[in-house]
């Protein structure tokens, strides 16, 4: 009698949960992702992006974030460490996490964005952890705020773009309907 009642009400949610599915397109879905985006995530990268720019230069704040081991073998005096290649590396880091988060936010080169900004995101875990000595913690264990979970949500926002697209409202739709 339970097994028959259980197996009614999994019927009934799975079938509850095809409904929502299905009227949720892959436009709105999107949307919403980039939506989510931009109240979490785009503050986030935007004010970490400026805090490594120092006029139009970088700062010694830049490389201590991006290559700490780096910054102190020069002691954080930014013009004397080598242009090639670690000015570059600094640069690129740098221009990523504006860009990206911007092209995410107005729907352009979308999937291709949010890959990139997973790339960046691996990066920048790795640096956390090898370089600051934050602390990775472990999955599953009913401690959400540890940077594990923290950033294996964001990187699953960003494969929900990937798959999914930016929606109808975006350059990307702008573009292919002006192709066609």
Known sequence: MVDHVVGKVVLHYGQAVEKMTASIGRDQLGLACRFIF?????????????????GF?????????????????????????????????????????????????????????ALGMIGFIIVQTVVDVAFHGAALGA?????PGELI???LMWVFLLCLLVFSGSGRTSVDHLLRRSAS
């Open 38 to 54: 931009v109240l979490v995530l785009l503050p986030y990268y935007l004010n970490s992006a400026m805090t490594k720019v120092d």
């Open 57 to 113: 230069g970088l700062s010694a704040g830049a490389f201590a974030q991006i290559l700490p081991p780096i910054a102190e073998q020069y002691l954080y005096d930014t013009t004397a460490i080598p242009f090639f290649p670690w000015h570059i590396v600094v640069w690129a880091g740098t221009i990523a996490e504006v860009v990206l988060p911007v092209l995410i936010v107005v729907g352009f080169l979308t999937r291709l964005s």
């Open 139 to 143: 999955l599953a264990n009913g401690l």
């Open 149 to 151: 979970d923290q950033r």
